[in-house]
T-cell receptor, first 115, second 112 residues
């Protein structure tokens, strides 16, 4: 158990809908990272927040957004869902702001299925 | 450009046999290197990491990795594989930016 929690574990929805994925980092960690893992794209970095502020952006679509709240939990919002958005979404956390030495600890993931 | 290459998409070994998973990186500065394991339906778990010092790093579950700067490699090894080691393994490099670059992964199959 990494100490990172994600809810829900599974989510099934329809195209065009909007969903929210939630992540609680390990106690004491200030950074939260979001990743998308699909069979054809592998593990793709989406976005990082550090202490409530956006720190880095990766391959995140405009239909997706995220935020980190004062209690440091984070939410990833996915809207206008398409079939291709079906994937595993992971959250990870680290103590620091994303320096090279920061170790990321991953949550169990949320499996999103868009029908 | 910074990158991580895991040349083997999948590997099959017999239980009790030794294992080596390859990882090559491309990074201009001193690399900070990680190996993660992902069991089916699970998140990624950190096996070991290298920041500096001894180039042979010990991790959890009996794994070790050796950093070879001259070969830009960070190969993962285990002397005797157990059936429970069947999983996907990811090599990663911590870059000077704000994100970690992951390799495409190597899926390990263990046969009885």
């Amino acid at each position: 158990d990494s100490g990172v929690t994600q809810t829900p574990k599974h989510l099934i929805t329809a195209t065009g809908q909007r969903v929210t994925l939630r992540c609680s980092p390990r106690s004491g960690d200030l950074s939260v990272y979001w990743y998308q893992q699909s069979l054809d794209q592998g593990l793709q970095f989406l976005i990082q927040y550090y202490n409530g502020e956006e720190r880095a952006k990766g391959n995140i679509l405009e239909r997706f957004s995220a935020q980190q709240f004062p209690d440091l939990h984070s939410e990833l919002n996915l809207s206008s869902l398409e079939l291709g958005d079906s994937a595993l979404y992971f959250c990870a956390s680290s103590v620091g702001p994303g320096q090279r030495t920061d170790t990321q600890y991953f949550g169990p993931g949320t499996r999103l299925t868009v029908l | 450009a910074q990158s991580v290459t895991q040349p083997d998409i999948h590997i099959t070994v017999s239980e009790g046999a030794s294992l080596e998973l390859r990882c090559n990186y491309s990074y201009g500065a001193t690399p900070y290197l990680f190996w993660y394991v992902q069991s089916p339906g699970q998140g990624l778990q950190l096996l070991l990491k290298y920041f500096s010092g001894d180039t042979l790093v010990q991790g959890i579950k009996g794994f070790e990795a050796e950093f070879k700067r001259s070969q830009s490699s960070f190969n993962l090894r285990k002397p005797s594989v157990h059936w429970s080691d069947a999983a996907e393994y990811f090599c990663a490099v911590g870059t000077g930016g704000f994100k970690t670059i992951f390799g495409a992964g190597t899926r390990l199959f263990v046969k009885a």
